[in-house]
């Protein structure tokens, strides 16, 4: 009660007492929602400093979103190449990322859901998804067999409820399920959605369902480095932000619409 709300931020050092946090050093901490920070060593991380790459991408891609993403598809999906994957609240900040990231992991079909039009031209356009479709347009299930006739091999959850009652209809044989998020739910914790009413197919089809949580697989940050900087500075993956400039409008950030992640810039 009465403090800010933490997030993700980056910032620099501008006053230190910690030999580890020399001024000057950028660092990433989890105290936003102000302009300036106290944090201790351990609440800190020293960001490594990739030459072409912008500060903003450790945020979005390089940040906690793309490990999540990262993670959920190599660790826990075990994406293979050739395969069909459907990704749900695609034009988010995760969403946009395992797009991307999915198709330089080879991929054979990206199918994405997301809740406008303009947001499913966004990642068939600009993102390297191979289909997309609004969630409001009829049942996810018939959208997901038109655009995967032959069936999904994965299917990465940050929606939960509908998308993943309609996912579980359409995952082959032995698929996969990495569930990141449950965006539908969170708004909605008295009457949640019900369970998905064919949940019992995860027997019938040998499918595998596994949650996550990114804070659990930290580790794998170097991985995602080596994997995805190489790509970020040939130009061949361009972070998916939404920027919005300026303190006094972090709550409209906080409200508003996005596509991919969502970041305020305070300081030049
Ligand atoms: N497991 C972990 O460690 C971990 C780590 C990071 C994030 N997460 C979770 O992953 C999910 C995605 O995170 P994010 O950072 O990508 O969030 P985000 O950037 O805020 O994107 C979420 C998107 O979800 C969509 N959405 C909102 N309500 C929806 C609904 N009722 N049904 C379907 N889509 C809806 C919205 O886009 P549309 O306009 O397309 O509806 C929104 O842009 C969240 O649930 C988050 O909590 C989990």
Redesign the pocket.
């Known amino acids: 009660m009465h403090a800010p709300l933490e997030g993700r931020t980056v910032g620099r050092v501008v006053e230190s007492r910690a030999d580890a946090l020399p001024v000057g050093a950028v660092i990433l901490h989890r105290q936003a929602w102000r302009t300036h920070s106290v944090v201790t060593a351990e609440g800190a991380f020293l960001l490594p400093d990739f030459a072409g790459v912008p500060l903003s991408a450790h945020l979005s891609v390089l940040g906690?979103?793309g490990l999540?993403a990262w993670v959920g598809l190599t660790r826990i999906a075990r994406l293979q190449p050739d395969e069909t994957i459907f990704i749900?609240?695609?034009?988010?900040?995760?969403?946009t990322a395992a797009g991307q990231l999915a198709r330089l992991l080879g991929a054979g079909r990206i199918i994405g859901?997301?809740?406008?039009a303009a947001?499913a031209a966004h990642l068939t356009k600009n993102l390297g998804f191979d289909a997309a479709f609004d969630?409001h347009d009829g049942p996810i299930v018939e959208r997901l067999r038109e655009a995967a006739p032959e069936g999904l091999h994965v299917y990465l959850d940050?929606?939960g409820?509908d998308?993943l009652e309609a996912a579980i209809d359409a995952l082959r044989d032995h698929g996969r399920i990495a569930w990141?998020?449950?965006?539908?739910q969170?708004n909605n914790l008295q009457s949640p959605p019900p369970a998905p009413r064919n949940l019992y197919d995860v027997v019938g089809k040998s499918l595998r369902l596994e949650?996550?949580?990114?804070?659990n697989h930290l580790d794998a940050r170097p991985e995602l480095y080596d994997f995805l900087v190489p790509h970020l500075r040939s130009g061949a993956v361009v972070p998916d932000e939404t920027v919005v400039d300026g303190f006094d409008h972090v709550v409209d950030a906080f409200l508003g619409?996005?596509t991919?992640?969502?970041l305020v810039r305070i300081a030049g």
Do not use: D, I, P, Q
Not at 88 to 95: F, I, K, Q, Y
Not at 113 to 116: C, K, L, Q, R, W
């Open positions: 906690g979103t999540s749900s609240a695609a034009a988010g900040g995760v969403g859901s997301t809740g406008s947001k969630y940050n929606v409820g998308h990141c998020g449950a965006v539908a969170y949650g996550f949580l990114v804070r619409m996005n991919g992640k969502m």
